[in-house]
């Protein structure tokens, strides 16, 4: 069996971890100076106002606090909780083609403080300004792997994204309005790619989003082949803010005899006080949720992914886009699919777990291609349950053409008449105004209106209005109503609200 592979000052890389002696911690709480608010500050009502809505969203484990948008699902909990309130869907700002078809797994763009917006677009990395759609810099980029191009900001906005033989480039000023300069870090090293760059961009590659913490150290998924300069197929790695690196094979990392690697697109977890990190391998036929120590990637624990209903190995293939959720009581969320799929309608499951991963708890009756968002049960006065949070999730029925969006309560069960099995109880629902799938991987969460951005596969952005359960607002968007991706929903610095529909970024506003 493998052992975890590492680099560079690695006792100076465990010294710096998250640790309970850290004097950022107070009670167990993690105190970010900058966001501290004194008795005698003398703020306006409406600072007011914004500064409590970003203490109830702080409660939901959004640790990248300072940072509009800073990666998939925004937080490293997949929480997709924005920080500042979403403008009127009442026109389209601009767009910027992305490329792409009905089946590309697109990156999530990233938003900057300052109100940059970056994504891949045709031609590379672009950073564009968000209020104006107008182009600051375009950066090439020589990543090549199963996916589009990941990128992630972190708390120093720092920005990263992936690059040849598994390696990632940087840049610290991504708000230039000219060229910034940019540097490559490789997690087993920088001096091995130079000396060996042929063979790793040959046989490494990123596969999944890339997930930073609180201290800007960032995670992701690689895979590699037969051949590999680095002897496996695949795992997890982690490079800190300094470049140091360190990895661990997926087979490894399960305690596994065989040969496993991390599932395409599916973007490391960060628990809630961000000392463990959960992932998904599988090997073709099994798939585990994985959880391991975020400072030393050593194995914590492992439970493979069955469906509920028939105890067959569930499906995480690569064609999906979920990822761990992790709620802000630290349960862990993962959507697959059924085994056989068809027969709970090829809605799949949303499983959950504890955050030893020891304890099954009650699943969702949805899980294909899907990364739940968290909702606090505040933000929907009709609820009479005992949970503080909620799931939102598309809850499409393939089989019946019954497509809807839905909000789930984690700690109450209901009784699913096909299959017999308790799932957790649908809380709110709202159908498609048409005969027509959701097509979000990945819905925002606006906790100042009360609401949820949405996309649709009629060609439509949605906004579902949690305390009416109303689509109370919508944009058209194309033209074309036919296979679409699923895609996320996000929101910027200044509200703008972004979606993806037939290979075009939209930016919507006021």
């Not at 895609?487 to 930016?507: E, K, S």
Request: net charge negative.
């Amino acid at each position: 069996m493998e052992s975890c592979g590492k680099f560079e000052n690695h006792q100076k890389f465990l010294d710096k971890g998250i640790d309970d002696s850290d004097q950022r911690w107070q009670n167990n709480r993690f105190v970010d100076t900058d966001t501290l608010v004194t008795s005698n500050s003398r703020l306006s009502r409406m600072r007011l106002v914004a500064a409590i809505c970003l203490a109830v969203v702080q409660t939901l484990g959004a640790q990248s606090i300072q940072l509009p948008w800073s990666g998939f699902a925004h937080t490293p909990q997949h929480g997709c909780i924005s920080m500042v309130p979403s403008q009127p869907l009442n026109r389209i700002l601009w767009t910027v083609p992305l490329g792409g078809g009905q089946y590309t797994h697109y990156s999530s763009p990233v938003v900057t403080r300052s109100n940059t917006v970056l994504f891949q677009g045709l031609i590379g990395i672009e950073a564009l300004a968000g209020a104006t759609g107008q182009t600051n810099w375009v950066q090439s980029t020589d990543y090549s792997g199963p996916t589009f191009c990941p990128l992630a900001l972190t708390p120093r906005n720092r920005l990263y994204f992936g690059g040849a033989g598994g390696t990632v480039f940087y840049c610290d000023s991504p708000d230039a309005t000219g060229s910034p300069t940019f540097a490559r870090a490789a997690f087993y090293s920088l001096s091995q790619y130079v000396a060996n760059s042929n063979n790793f961009n040959i046989y490494v590659h990123v596969c999944t989003p890339i997930t930073s913490d609180r201290y800007g150290d960032i995670f992701f998924g690689y895979q590699s082949v037969a051949g590999s300069p680095l002897g496996d197929q695949g795992g997890l790695a982690r490079i800190d803010f300094n470049g140091s690196g360190l990895w661990t094979s997926a087979t490894n990392a399960i305690g596994a005899t065989n040969v496993f690697r991390p599932v395409v697109n599916c973007a490391p977890s960060l628990s809630p006080d961000q000392k463990t990190v959960y992932m998904v391998f599988n090997n073709g036929t099994q798939n585990l949720l994985a959880a391991m120590d975020s400072r030393t990637l050593a194995p914590l624990a492992s439970v493979p992914l069955l469906d509920p209903w028939t105890a067959n190995a569930a499906d995480a293939g690569d064609s999906s886009t979920a990822s761990p959720t992790v709620g802000p009581d630290g349960d862990v969320y993962f959507g697959v699919l059924g085994n056989p799929a068809a027969d709970n309608g090829s809605r799949g499951w949303l499983l959950h777990f504890d955050s030893t991963l020891s304890v099954t708890k009650t699943p969702g009756l949805f899980g294909w291609d899907v990364t739940d968002s968290i909702v606090s049960a505040s933000l929907v006065p009709s609820y009479q349950g005992n949970s503080s949070y909620l799931l939102a999730t598309k809850y499409n029925n393939y089989a019946a053409r019954e497509y809807s969006m839905a909000l789930l309560d984690p700690q109450q069960g209901a009784r699913d008449s096909k299959s017999g099995v308790t799932v957790m109880a649908v809380v709110l629902s709202i159908p498609s105004p048409a005969p027509l799938e959701w097509c979000v991987n990945s819905a925002a969460v606006d906790p100042f209106t009360k609401s949820i951005l949405a996309n649709n596969e009629d060609s439509y952005l949605y906004r579902w209005d949690l305390t009416s359960n109303q689509l109370t607002e919508s944009i058209y968007l194309s033209a074309n109503q036919s296979g679409q991706a699923y895609t996320p929903t996000l929101i910027g610095a200044d509200g703008t609200v972004y979606a993806i529909n037939h290979g075009v970024l939209f930016a919507v506003g006021k």
